[in-house]
């Protein structure tokens, strides 16, 4: 489905973010990218949708390849590729509502965005979505007066309304209390799920990683260190990826944290 | 929290971003008003549109004299000009500042006592108050043609505008770092030298060299009323038609703003 | 670290004596400017004039008070065209100024190279300008009347609002416009999206803050020619009619005033 092919990215200053990163992510599964601050996570999100134009190498999103594309193209291809943000990035000054349908931005034209003209069919399923996630008697309140946990759930809104096959998530849950973390990263893989949707999520917390996901790529200093199942991540794995530190701590509240949830 | 809200019935039915004035009528009221005003602001300028057809002409001139500016032909005049401006911006800066520290002082809440304060407070209200141009008519008036009316002038608008913007930034000041000197039993200029100025240096050199940019050019248009500067010189071009002499005076004008912009840039950047 | 050491004794001093040195140096290069400056100031001043000033005041002002209050029945028409000036000229300038401020902002501009020097120049020349000397130019062009003063307003205006405009740009918040990018919007729905609304307050409080400063301006505009109250007050000054200067005077800071206030509230209720 995704297919990243020796991809790129070196920054004008020199820093080689990514080394020819090699990897393919089969139709529907979720996979959390780990690794250190600096390892070049986010910039391995950016360079698929090219927020972030990458140096060399090939992304192909189905047949697609997307490295090459006009500007145009880009957009159309971008429909299909959700994203998800750190800081939420909501357009602050905007109501939930509006936020929702900016997702549709790709689908209409200039004039109907501008006059906020949207097909039923969007205003239709941006309700279902909000519902979904459990916002919609929220819709006409700006964006900046929800809560950090509500504003995720708009992004994630954002992001599905698109109707991508692809969800690019970047620390979904860096600027969230742990109990609004679990429950963002829970929706989040249930929605995927349930749409049959392909995720990469951007994560730095393991444990949470580990609870969620099927397979769990270790970035460090632009290469891919580990790609696996979240069982396979051992401590000695742990600190390839990070460096020498006490790991028994961190994979033993995973289990704690299992069992709680299983309670 | 979703069960208070029921999708099913919501679906459908459109959706409209919700207006910026809630309330119709007012927001109708406000439309229309300002609609209303338009309409009888433009019917009651009365263009005459033949005229500025005429204009146009005159304007290419304009606009074409900005290529071939004239330095030569009124050089002297020019020259004595732009002196007599940039001596009255520099006096007028030094005295305006001068005096706006200690009204400035007077005029912060946290560190006058009330009856200072009121006094202070309505210098700067009046000198804020009255445009420049409006006192230069005043002391052109009474002290005669020259620059000595334009150098009072900017003095006295310089204490306004700085007096002012200095005044709130001792009202905001940090209070636990003056207290502290205060602690340790200093004399009120001692206060005042511990305690506030180096507070508020930062921001009082930025707001002086801001200042001296804007007398320099208000000074520009003094000379229009008399008040000496390179406004008298620019007033008699335009008279005669002169525009290539016009265009010279307002180039150099607008280098010199860019040349104080960027000076000014430079030394706010060294002080914080 | 200033210290040195004394015949044993430590003595600490601000600065250390080169520092010290260039510092008076700077200090008495101030002095002598200054000093040059007044000389040459007065010079030009008839000091007999300067002596006899606190007796010309005192005559001015027994000869323009009272105001004379019936003659505001005649400066309705010209307090309205004050503030036609001032709110239409205000208007056209911020439509000039919302392409200048984006062609300007390092986030927007189209070319780093050349539109964005274009349109600096613009609002360097611009704001440089003060609206009388715009309206000594109009003049010239376009004839005298309430127009010219619309337009040297508007002109002189567009260098200001766009300066503060760009800079608003500048400081957006740049996450939300990527996250507007991300869904496959085109370039004006990302503009219309991220940008606008991030500036919107910024651009209605500088519509207001102008606004205010060009009523004040407008009040004057007349001196030259370029309508409003200003009209009226030159040609009070032209043939001494002292009690007709006082009353406009106070108009005029009446005017001020007022736009004062109602710039404050508008832009307290947009804050």
Not at chain 1, 106 to 125: A, H, K, M, N, T
Not at chain 1, 239 to 248: L, N, S
Not at chain 3, 5 to 15: E, F, V
Request: hydrophobic fraction near 50%.
């Amino acid at each position: 489905m995704l297919r990243l092919d020796k991809l790129v990215k070196t920054y004008k200053t020199g820093d080689q973010a990514l080394k020819a990163v090699e990897l393919e992510i089969p139709e529907g599964q979720v996979v959390a990218l780990i690794g250190p601050s600096g390892a070049g996570k986010s910039t391995l999100i950016r360079c698929i949708n090219r927020l972030v134009e990458p140096t060399s190498g090939k992304v192909y999103l189905g047949t697609v390849e997307l490295t090459g594309l006009s500007s145009g193209a880009l957009r159309r291809e971008r429909r299909r590729m959700g994203m998800i943000f750190q800081e939420y990035a909501l357009v602050e000054r905007l109501s939930v509502m509006e936020n929702v349908l900016s997702g549709r931005l790709g689908y209409v034209g200039f004039w109907r965005s501008f006059l906020r003209r949207y097909p039923q069919s969007d205003v239709d399923e941006a309700f279902r979505l909000l519902d979904r996630v459990g916002l919609a008697h929220m819709a006409d309140k700006r964006a900046d007066e929800l809560s950090g946990g509500q504003r995720q759930r708009v992004g994630i809104c954002r992001a599905l309304i698109q109707n991508p096959a692809l969800l690019l998530v970047d620390e979904p849950t860096a600027s969230l209390d742990p109990k609004t973390s679990r429950q963002i990263m829970r929706l989040i893989c249930e929605l995927c799920k349930e749409r049959g949707l392909a995720a990469i999520i951007n994560i730095h917390d393991v444990a949470l990683a580990q609870m969620f996901v099927q397979r769990v790529i270790g970035l460090r200093l632009g290469a891919v260190e580990f790609d696996g199942p979240p069982e396979g991540l051992t401590p000695e794995v742990l600190t390839t990826i990070y460096g020498e530190e006490d790991w028994e701590a961190t994979i033993e509240a995973v289990e704690d944290d299992e069992d709680e949830a299983a309670e | 929290m979703s069960d208070t809200f029921d999708v099913q019935a919501r679906l459908g039915k459109p959706w409209k971003k919700p207006p910026f004035v809630r309330r119709a009528w007012l927001r109708w009221t406000l439309i229309v008003g300002f609609v209303a005003y338009l309409v009888a602001a433009y019917l009651t300028i009365d263009i005459n549109w033949t005229r500025v057809y005429e204009g146009l002409e005159r304007g290419k001139q304009f606009v074409l004299a900005f290529t071939s500016p004239d330095f030569t032909t009124r050089s002297g005049d020019i020259y004595a000009g732009m002196v007599e401006s940039i001596v009255m911006t520099v006096t007028s800066s030094v005295v305006g500042i001068a005096i706006s520290i200690p009204i400035a002082l007077g005029a912060a809440r946290n560190i006058a006592p009330l009856p200072i304060y009121l006094i202070c407070r309505a210098i700067i209200a009046v000198s804020r108050a009255l445009q420049e141009i409006i006192v230069a008519i005043l002391l052109v008036a009474i002290f005669g043609f020259g620059p000595l009316a334009g150098f009072l002038t900017l003095s006295f608008a310089t204490i306004g505008f700085l007096a002012k913007l200095l005044a709130e930034d001792i009202e905001s000041m940090d209070k636990v770092q003056a207290e502290a000197i205060r602690a340790s039993g200093a004399k009120w200029l001692q206060w005042v030298n511990y305690g506030i100025q180096p507070q508020v240096m930062p921001r009082l050199i930025g707001l002086s060299i801001y200042r001296f940019d804007i007398n320099f050019r208000e000074s520009a248009i003094l000379g229009l009323v008399g008040a000496g500067g390179i406004g008298a010189t620019l007033n008699t071009a335009f008279d005669r038609y002169e525009y290539d002499t016009a265009a010279a005076i307002l180039l150099i004008i607008i280098v010199i703003v860019m040349a104080l912009e960027y000076l000014s840039g430079i030394i706010r950047a060294r002080v914080q | 670290m200033p210290v040195t050491d004394h015949n044993g004794t430590k003595l600490w001093q601000r600065r250390t004596a080169r520092e010290s040195l260039s510092h008076w140096v700077m200090w008495l290069i101030g002095v002598a400017i200054f000093a040059y400056c007044w000389q040459r100031i007065s010079e030009t001043t008839t000091w007999f004039f300067v002596w006899d000033a606190p007796r010309i005041a005192g005559d001015l002002w027994a000869r323009a008070t009272p105001p004379k209050w019936d003659y505001i029945a005649q400066l309705g028409k010209p307090i309205w065209d004050t503030l036609n000036i001032a709110t239409l000229g205000t208007l056209i300038a911020l439509v000039l100024a919302i392409p200048v401020a984006f062609l300007a902002a390092r986030n927007t501009t189209p070319s780093k190279l050349f539109i964005r020097p274009i349109a600096l120049l613009i609002i360097v020349s611009t704001r440089s300008i003060n609206s009388l000397i715009w309206a000594l130019l109009l003049i010239a062009i376009i004839g005298p009347g309430v127009f010219a003063g619309v337009i040297a307003i508007a002109i002189r205006s567009v260098g200001f609002c766009a300066k503060l405009l760009y800079e608003a740009i500048e400081e957006i918040d740049d996450t939300q416009v990527e996250a507007i990018t991300a869904t496959g919007a085109s370039r004006w729905q990302v503009m219309a999206y991220g940008i606008v609304p991030q500036i919107l307050p910024a651009f209605a409080g500088i519509a207001v803050f102008r606004w205010d400063i060009n009523i004040r301006e407008s009040t004057v505009l007349g001196l030259v020619g370029a309508g409003g109250i200003g009209l009226q007050l030159s040609a009070s000054l032209n043939v001494l009619a002292w009690p007709q200067v006082s009353l406009i005077l106070l108009v005029i800071l009446v005017a001020v005033v007022v736009s004062e206030w109602v710039s404050a509230k508008v832009r307290g209720a947009i804050i």
